[in-house]
């Protein structure tokens, strides 16, 4: 059993920040990557941000220079720093983790947070 938990979203006023967290949890073997994806109404997910196991990092061209992602991966647990946040950053955001369980290496699954809601509004 895998877990994948987030927290942090919210309101927010456009041009503020809100820091977004997920920590997976359970039989983990190991996490290969863990990222950040967006979904509003009538769209498709979108990535964000993701960020592999040595830190290498990949953005959305919308949220370059804005957002930032990080891990730590002895929490098993990854971070979205947005700042100078947009009318368009609103959605629903979700934790996506690309991860061994124990007892299942070499193969890798992918599983995914419940969401957090993210409103950038005057």
């Known amino acids: 059993q895998v877990d994948l938990v987030e927290s942090g979203g919210g309101l927010a006023q456009p041009g503020g920040s809100l820091r977004l967290s997920c920590a997976a949890s359970?039989?983990?073997?190991?996490?290969?990557?863990m990222g950040w994806y967006l979904q509003t109404p009538g769209k498709q997910r979108e990535l964000v941000a993701s960020?592999?196991?040595?830190?290498?990092?990949n953005y959305a061209d919308s949220v370059k220079g804005r957002f930032t992602v990080s891990r730590d991966n002895a929490k098993n647990t990854v971070y979205l720093q947005m700042n100078s946040l947009k009318p368009e950053d609103t959605g629903a955001y979700y934790c996506?983790?690309?991860?061994?369980?124990?007892?299942?290496?070499?193969?890798?699954?992918?599983?995914w947070g419940q969401g957090t809601q993210v409103t950038v509004s005057s």
């Open positions: 960020i592999n196991t040595d830190g290498g990092t």
């Open positions: 359970g039989s983990i073997f190991s996490i290969s990557v």
């Open positions: 996506k983790a690309i991860l061994t369980p124990n007892g299942m290496a070499p193969r890798t699954y992918q599983y």
